[in-house]
Nanobody, 132 residues
Framework: QLQFVESGGDLVKPGGSLRLSCTTSGFTFAWYAIGWFRQAPGKERERVLCIQWNGVPVYYDESVKGRFTVSRDSAKNTVYLQMNRLKPEDTAVYYC?????????????????????????WGQGTQVTVSS
């Protein structure tokens, strides 16, 4: 069964740090790019960054460059999001996902595969609140 379980969210002061975890199951983790997304109150879910099968990151949100880093541990089928120098505008529910539906012109380990995320595969997310 395909599963994405996010954890590590918390209330943190501006300038603080958090590390989120995304534990996965139900597919061959090592073959897939994994994306981190976030949804702020009243807004659409947006793509933040992605880690390719080989560990290379792809950033989609310029505002997190230099503050957020992503890593993966194939032994644990887990992806981590290290968030530093957090800002109030980072407040959101954070989700991770992989695109398991085929996407023309991409392969599973490439971040373009995130276009193939099944709408039914989203996890519960983890809440990050940045506030003084």
């Amino acid at each position: 069964q395909l599963q994405f379980v996010e954890s590590g969210g918390d209330l943190v002061k501006p300038g603080g740090s958090l590390r989120l975890s995304c534990t996965t199951s139900g597919f061959t983790f090592a073959w897939y790019a994994i994306g981190w997304f976030r949804q702020a109150p009243g807004k659409e879910r947006e793509r933040v960054l992605c880690i390719q099968w080989n560990g290379v990151p792809v950033y989609y949100d310029e505002s997190v460059k230099g503050r957020f880093t992503v890593s993966r541990d194939s032994a644990k089928n887990t992806v981590y999001l290290q968030m530093n120098r957090l800002k109030p505008e980072d407040t959101a529910v954070y989700y991770c996902a992989a695109g398991l539906r085929p996407v023309p012109g991409s392969y599973s380990g490439d971040c373009k595969s995130l276009d193939g995320i099944d709408s039914g595969s989203w996890g519960q997310g983890t809440q990050v609140t940045v506030s003084s």
